[in-house]
């Protein structure tokens, strides 16, 4: 009996010329050769002109999805951070573009939903690495040693950040109150004298109502490699922008595998999905002040696409300790880990208490 998995993905595309391994260049959107130069689009191929199409979000669930919307690719697992990445068979042994620390050898295959569409890299390597340095010199008390490392060190590794979309057409029905502020006046005592006082009250009122709000591309990051706040903080992405998946956009990058089920997602996307509602309800309600007492939530046609975005990163080992930086491989935004330089804090506060002291000095002689 044939085994009916779909084989093993691997993105890799000879050149046409020399047969080295063409890499996606961000700056001309091409698939390049390094050692001869050809090149070539990066959207051709059986994938291009595909539209981006969304899938149905119960069926996945139920895992009636076909064999056509899965994939294998082989992963390696960081054993410290726990990032499932892909691992190219040619190379045996690598540090986790994560966190750094070494990883010997591949974990075997992974089994997963197959992307759906992407945002290819905008931003190459030099840029990006200039973006995480400018970065890194706007922090006054960043260790001198760890931006000149950063400045000199290892290239940056360029990840595609597995996330979650859903679509959901939801309508909710409320009950609450209207709170109306109102003044009164009354006669207090101040300093023994009688003074009219204003004083703000609320008249509060019962109502109820309906709210409807169609959900488009609510995004949840479908890994737990990166600390949340990083992440969150890249956003905005450019979805309007997104391409139907090609492999060719990932030659030369590294593709991070999903470790957040998507029946997890949901659940973030759900809370995301009723705070909004919240928000609807508190302006349908109106007046100076809300109360909400009860919200009945019907979703419907829910919907989801598995997508790729481009992220660089750079983990660096500096003094024993770990830093993380990453950079939004569209817009060139930065975030990470602030690192502090004890030297710098404590010469920052002897010199704080010289000026202190020099004015304390000038005021004094000056009486």
């Known amino acids: 009996m044939q085994d009916a998995s779909p084989p093993v993905q691997e993105h ?44 149905d979000f119960a069926d996945a669930i139920r895992q009636r999805l076909g064999a056509a919307e899965m994939e294998e690719t082989r992963t390696a697992t960081c054993s410290n951070c726990a990032a499932v990445f892909e691992f190219d ?32 890299f905008a931003l190459d390597e030099r840029a990006a690495h200039k973006a995480m340095t400018d970065w890194l010199g706007r922090l006054w008390f960043a260790p001198g040693g760890l931006r000149q490392y950063a400045r000199k060190g290892r290239r940056m590794q360029g990840i595609y950040a597995p996330y979650w979309t859903f679509d959901a057409d939801t309508s909710s029905t409320y009950s609450g109150e209207r709170g109306t502020i109102y003044y009164e006046t009354r006669t207090v005592m101040r300093n023994g004298k009688r003074m009219q006082q204003r004083v703000a009250k609320v008249r509060w009122r019962p109502v109820s109502g309906r709210v409807a709000r169609f959900f488009d591309d609510v995004l949840v990051l479908a890994s737990k490699s990166l600390p949340k706040r990083f992440t969150d903080a890249l956003e905005p992405w450019d979805l309007s922008e997104l391409e139907p998946y090609q492999p060719g956009y990932l030659a030369g990058f590294r593709a991070e595998a999903y470790t957040v089920p998507l029946e997890d997602a949901f659940a973030e996307a759900r809370d995301r999905m009723d705070r909004v509602i919240a928000r609807d309800v508190r302006f349908d309600i109106g007046g100076d002040q809300q109360r909400i007492h009860r919200i009945d939530t019907t979703v419907r046609d829910v919907t989801f696409k598995h997508i790729l975005l481009p992220v660089w990163l750079a983990a660096y080992k500096y003094r024993g300790k770990t830093y993380r930086f990453v950079v939004n491989g569209r817009t060139g935004r930065v975030q990470g880990e602030r690192p502090w330089s004890a030297v710098k804090i404590a010469l920052a506060v002897i010199a704080g208490l010289i000026v202190a002291a020099g004015v304390g000095y000038l005021a004094a002689t000056s009486q």
Do not use: M, Y
């Open 12 to 55: 890799r595309f000879p050149c046409d010329q020399c047969g080295a391994d063409l890499r996606f260049d961000p700056a001309h959107g091409t698939l390049t050769c390094d050692f001869c130069g050809f090149s070539k689009p990066a959207g051709g191929g059986p994938w291009g002109g595909r539209a981006i199409r969304e899938r």
């Open 89 to 120: 068979p040619a190379v045996h042994a690598a540090e986790c573009p994560f966190c750094a620390t070494p990883v010997v050898t591949d974990t075997g295959t992974n089994r997963h939903i197959k992307p759906h569409a992407l945002l290819p």
